[in-house]
């Protein structure tokens, strides 16, 4: 895969995300040794690296607007233009992580595309009824009607009135327009629809932290699993930590001990772990 790659049509989409999912992760002394090189002597390997590094986060983000009805290849191939421009304007000298960078770059592009491709029923002309339609997707707790206490809910969730989200849901449901932001001059940039766009997928770099934790947190596990005796080890493992979870009674036959002294020994592991843990 070379960066030419990254503005092309998406094949095999399955075979996509398995291929970026499968390049290495840089560390922070590694982007930061490659964002000083393209910063310093314009290295186009330096920003192929940056890019090919966090390719799987462009697929990650794209993911939460497949809502829209919109090809998943297409959202990551306008994620992945996002994520180039970010890495031509990353500072290393900040200090942070370019995912947390680029998450503004991507997301922008993908909402530009989502704006221009989606048909929308003349919801353009206010921005509270802008700010209905992008979130009433959302909303929605299937893919009917919503009943009046649903209307009701979602009324009150956005701040409008349920005659507003009546008549949302019906525009929605019928033949679309195309929406020109040329005609809305009456309000800055902030307020354009992709303001309104809602992704409630978790952030690359709430991600990153989350799988830096888990690991933490099972290394730790594991180091206080270490300091039980072997039969408490074994009784955790039987009875917490396998795929299938063991029964008192089916231990005690196995450690020919009494169903409630195996319950006695667990309950003493599991204070010794929750004290080492704490």
């Given amino acids: 895969m070379n960066s030419l790659v990254l503005t092309q049509p998406i094949g095999n989409i ?3 995300i398995q291929s970026v999912r499968s390049l290495p992760l840089l560390s922070r002394e590694e982007e930061y040794a490659c964002a000083e090189a393209l910063q310093q002597h314009q290295s186009l390997q330096a920003a192929q690296q940056l890019v090919m590094g966090n390719l799987r986060f462009v697929v990650k983000i794209a993911q939460g607007y497949k809502g829209y009805g919109l090809d998943l290849p297409d959202l990551i191939q306008e994620g992945n233009i996002g994520l180039m421009k970010a890495v031509k304007r990353f500072n290393p000298s900040v200090g942070v992580r370019l995912i947390s960078f680029a998450v503004h770059w991507i997301r922008a592009e993908i ?3 989502v704006i221009k491709n989606w048909r929308i029923a003349k919801v353009a002309t206010t921005k509270q009824q802008r700010k209905l339609f992008f979130n009433l997707r959302n909303k929605k ?9 649903e209307i009701n809910s979602v009324a009150k969730d956005l701040g409008v009135t349920p005659k507003n989200v009546v008549e949302m849901e019906a525009r929605m449901s019928n033949y679309d327009v195309a929406y020109d932001p040329a005609n809305d001059d009456s309000e800055s940039s902030t307020h354009a629809p992709a303001a309104y766009l809602s992704n409630a997928t978790p952030s690359p770099e709430q991600t990153v932290e989350a799988q830096n ?4 947190h099972n290394q730790r596990l594991l180091n206080a699993l270490k300091g039980l005796d072997d039969r408490s080890q074994h009784i955790i493992q039987s009875r917490w930590l ?5 029964t008192l009674h089916e231990l005690a036959g196995e450690l020919s001990v009494s169903a409630e002294r195996v319950r006695q020994l667990e309950k003493k592991a599991m ?6 843990l704490n």
Avoid: I, P, R
């Fill in 213 to 216: 934790w888990e690991n933490h």
């Fill in 271 to 276: 204070t010794q772990l929750k004290s080492v």
């Fill in 14 to 16: 399955d075979a996509y």
């Fill in 141 to 149: 707790k299937h893919l009917g009607w919503l009943n009046q206490a």
């Fill in 111 to 113: 909402h530009e595309f």
């Fill in 242 to 246: 396998g795929d299938k979870k063991a």
